[in-house]
């Protein structure tokens, strides 16, 4: 008996600081690398929005939640992360769909111009989307359709096999953040304060094909059953990004999927005058993504376009809503 607990002792003790090592060695995203944190802070918020935006960069960077409660009362909430592709954006919707049912999902089409195939299909952004993923099936099935051919699927599930190199790299954020995380958007939104105007956008290059993978629209197609099948209204958005480029022939079939399935788009492109956007200073990074003053703008703009087409409430003076605006305007001074 004495025996069998020892035993029992030395297997606990094994499997704790097995446990420990994964958890020290996988990447905090607290301070650095910081949107391969975006993905976890959604599970701490409160259920209730109305507004689900779904999709990559051009949403976290542009889209800021805050703003348009202010200004129009609305609740929303950006679930978005760097790179992702429209597969990983189906999947993340439909995790979504488990915790609330909001009324819109607004999905940015711009992963639409890529396939598994395509050089931008990387691991290291697919880690930024799938490792902090709370485990359902969704994230099983966001893993086994993301994996590029050099990935396993027991490194996301045991990530020391991933990371074991990291021990030498290790800094004061792995062991501060070991038992906790550090919120480090609003609403999954990224504040961004910086200024790299517009200069010099290079030449669009000409395509050999500028149809969409089949594939790829097949998500789409998946996004739209899936809002459907839930009584959600789908919304499509082009953030205005100047590059990388949007060409004309995608812009067309955007076109066509939505009349033909009776789906809203906003080609905020378009819109970049009357919103007021300034490329020379609302920017951050040379127009692939705007910064606070620009998202602001962006924000505002949208907001007042959601208030008068869509049926949502005005929830101007919620108590939980009016303390995360107090920290959103001191995080924005």
């Known amino acids: 008996m004495k025996k069998a607990i ?3 002792l030395i297997l606990i003790i094994f499997i704790g600081c097995f446990i420990l090592l994964n958890m020290l060695l ?12 975006m993905i ?12 689900i935006f779904i999709g990559d960069c051009e949403l976290y960077a ?15 909430y950006v679930r978005g992360s760097s790179q992702q592709m429209i597969w990983q954006s189906y999947y993340i919707l439909k995790e979504t769909l488990k915790y609330e049912k909001p009324k819109i999902v607004i999905f940015n089409i711009n992963s639409i111009r890529y396939d598994k195939q395509s050089e931008e299909v990387s691991e290291a952004y697919n ?3 799938i490792d902090q993923m709370k485990w ?7 893993i086994n359709d993301s994996m590029t051919e050099e990935e396993t699927f027991l490194s996301y599930v045991l990530p020391i096999l991933r990371y074991h190199s990291r021990y030498d790299k290790l800094t004061s954020e792995d062991f501060e953040y070991l038992f906790k995380k550090k919120h480090n958007t609003h609403n999954g939104f990224l504040i961004n304060k910086h200024i790299k105007g517009v200069n010099n956008l290079p030449t669009p290059k000409k395509l050999g094909n500028y149809e969409f993978n089949k594939e790829s629209l097949n998500y789409l197609e998946l996004i739209l059953k899936l809002c459907e099948e839930n009584d959600i209204k789908l919304i499509l958005v082009k953030a205005p990004s100047l590059y990388p480029h949007w060409y004309e022939e995608y812009e067309q079939q955007v076109i066509a999927f939505a009349e033909e399935n009776n789906v809203d788009y906003y080609n905020f492109i378009k819109y970049s005058e009357e919103i007021g956007i300034d490329y020379t200073t609302d920017t951050y990074d040379g127009g692939l993504h705007l910064n606070l003053s620009g998202a602001t703008k962006l924000s505002k703009f949208f907001a007042n376009i959601l208030k008068s087409n869509y049926d ?3 929830y101007q003076g919620d108590p939980i809503y009016e303390e995360k605006l107090k920290i959103y305007k001191n995080a924005i001074k």
């Open 127 to 129: 880690r930024l989307t």
């Open 312 to 314: 949502l409430i005005n």
């Open 6 to 8: 020892r035993i029992s």
């Open 62 to 76: 542009n889209f800021s939640p805050m703003v348009m409660y202010e200004s129009a009362g609305i609740k929303a």
């Open 136 to 142: 359902s099936q969704e994230k099983i099935d966001i």
């Open 40 to 51: 976890a802070q959604y599970y701490d918020e409160s259920k209730d929005h109305e507004v």
């Open 26 to 37: 996988q990447p905090k995203y607290a301070t650095s690398l910081v949107e391969g944190s």
